[in-house]
T-cell receptor, first 113, second 113 residues
Framework: GENVEQHPSTLSVQEGDSAVIKCTYS??????FPWYKQELGKRPQLIID?????GEKKDQRIAVTLNKTAKHFSLHITETQPEDSAVYFC????????????FGDGTTLTVKP | DTAVSQTPKYLVTQMGNDKSIKCEQN?????MYWYKQDSKKFLKIMFS???????INETVPNRFSPKSPDKAHLNLHINSLELGDSAVYFC????????????FGSGTRLTVV
């Protein structure tokens, strides 16, 4: 089955700096890669996603890159703000496995003012 | 209007009891899910239903029985609750079984004492 590894598990940055979270996956059939943000005590929320036919996608201060050959994808947050502090999850989804999404173990991002 | 609503929000119960969690989505999505988030914040898929049909059934004890009376509702019944069942259970829905635009409910915190 699919295995998703996410690094780092914790990340602390100064406000205004950039943050990068990386994920690797094992199943070459995976073709949809969403990222979720979960604030303390809240539900996970989709913040950005990328499909396998695209190498990069950007939405304001967040961007995601995908390297299918190397089977890794990354989340980039620029000009971080304290409200970006949360747990971020990556996921890999394969339509050959009933669309099952396998989640990474999460990254706790802390943005210090 | 809440897109994915689940009840109850909190559930405290004794070992050995049977309990149910209900979920409803008003997004017109075809697919609904149950996820378990443990104390380490790991998110694990339990079940997925597409148009009322079970399509993902992870290695979950058979004390857990999902039921989807229609594509807008997915309930979870748990028999003979154990201490290890304590977790936050999230319902989610997505447009199709491919998991695009997945929307999570606000979660049910289950505590077994």
């Amino acid at each position: 089955g699919e295995n998703v590894e996410q690094h780092p598990s914790t990340l602390s940055v100064q406000e205004g700096d950039s943050a990068v979270i990386k994920c690797t996956y094992s199943d070459s059939a995976s073709n949809y890669f969403p990222w979720y943000k979960q604030e303390l005590g809240k539900r996970p929320q989709l913040i950005i996603d990328i499909r396998s036919n695209v190498g990069e996608k950007k939405d304001q201060r967040i961007a995601v890159t995908l390297n299918k050959t190397a089977k890794h994808f990354s989340l980039h947050i620029t000009e971080t703000q304290p409200e970006d502090s949360a747990v971020y999850f990556c996921a890999a989804t394969s339509n050959t496995n009933a669309g099952k999404s396998t989640f990474g173990d999460g990254t706790t991002l802390t943005v210090k003012p | 209007d809440t897109a994915v609503s689940q009840t109850p929000k909190y559930l405290v119960t004794q070992m050995g009891n049977d309990k149910s969690i209900k979920c409803e989505q008003n997004l017109g999505h075809d697919t609904m899910y149950w996820y378990k988030q443990d104390s380490k914040k790991f998110l694990k898929i339990m079940f997925s239903y597409n148009n009322k049909e079970l399509i993902i059934n992870e290695t979950v004890p058979n004390r857990f029985s999902p039921k989807s009376p229609d594509k807008a509702h997915l309930n979870l019944h748990i028999n003979s609750l154990e201490l290890g069942d304590s977790a936050v259970y999230f319902c989610a829905s997505s447009q199709t079984y491919l998991g695009v635009n997945k929307f999570f409910g606000s979660g049910t915190r289950l505590t077994v004492v």
